[in-house]
């Protein structure tokens, strides 16, 4: 009876939740429900890429280079090495959503970390912070990925560390100013005076209250990124093959674009369809919190 009655619990929150997410949907403006839905349907085909993707994206299928395109074996056809396009595209999604996020979600921590200190502390430790953001956004980018991925390899891990240092000092700069605007407020002011120390009004009072200007931010930086790491495969740059990478499904394609012109069609489809998505949900989610806060 227990056991019955937790199931029910159980199945009666999960169908509160659904519709709370279904209605959270719908109230958002139609941009936003377009770019989540085209980045809901990138993030299922990577989930569900071994049951997807027809082959073993890395296997050569040198006996099918003959075939038509499409066809009903490969139906994106294959790249100059015989690998199916399709599971390439698939399971590249894999690769995209993964580094992406993560090298975002790190350049926010370190950016949010950075403007809280300089606009909070003031003085010369936003001097010293500001002045490291500006060389920082001085470094000429493509150069500073050739030297750093050149010197330490390319590997998910590198490509994260040098797009979270590229990318931080623009969120830096937004939360200082952010931080300059609310540290005058009452609440604020109250938390000094109940003895609270400085880390805990920086994270207990600020960073929650800056959560809608850093989410948009956040998702914006997503799109960049998803360029960056696209760029870089096509630099030479990106994961070391064979790894699936639409970057460097793009580069290799390229040598054989009068040849075979759809090898280089689907990955750039794919780069160019997951960035509108995220800019479309970024910006349908500008104009949300815009319209709240009025």
Wanted: aromatic share 8%; proline share 7%.
């Amino acid at each position: 009876m227990t056991a019955k009655l937790a199931h029910l619990r159980w199945r009666i929150s999960a169908w509160s939740a659904a519709r709370r997410g279904i209605a959270a949907f719908a109230g958002l403006p139609p941009t936003a429900r377009l770019g989540l839905a085209i980045v809901a349907f990138w993030v299922a085909v990577a989930a569900c890429a071994p049951w997807i993707a027809p082959y073993n994206p890395n296997i050569n299928h040198v006996e099918g280079l003959q075939d038509p395109v499409p066809s009903w074996t490969h139906p994106l056809g294959l790249d100059s090495q015989g690998r199916d396009i399709l599971s390439r595209i698939v399971f590249g999604a894999r690769t995209v959503l993964t580094v992406a996020p993560i090298a975002v979600l790190a350049a926010t921590l370190l950016g949010a970390s950075l403007g809280l200190l300089a606009g909070y502390y003031r003085g010369w430790v936003d001097s010293v912070i500001s002045r490291i953001c500006d060389l920082t956004l001085s470094l000429p980018t493509i150069i500073f990925y050739f030297v750093v991925l050149s010197a330490l390899g390319a590997s998910a891990l590198n490509i994260v560390l040098v797009i979270a240092i590229t990318k931080a000092p623009m969120t830096a700069r937004i939360v200082r100013g952010l931080t300059l605007e609310l540290v005058p407020r009452d609440y604020v002011s109250a938390a000094k005076m109940r003895g609270e120390s400085a880390w805990f009004i920086m994270a207990c009072e600020l960073l929650p209250n800056m959560r809608g200007p850093l989410l948009i931010e956040m998702c914006l930086r997503l799109g960049y990124t998803i360029i960056t790491i696209g760029m870089l495969g096509f630099l030479g740059l990106g994961l070391p093959p064979p790894d699936p990478d639409w970057g460097s499904m793009v580069n290799d394609a390229r040598k054989y674009i009068y040849s075979n012109p759809l090898a280089i069609l689907w990955p750039s489809l794919a780069i160019a369809t997951l960035v509108i998505g995220v800019n479309l949900f970024a910006d349908g989610l500008r104009e949300e919190i815009t319209r709240y806060q009025r």
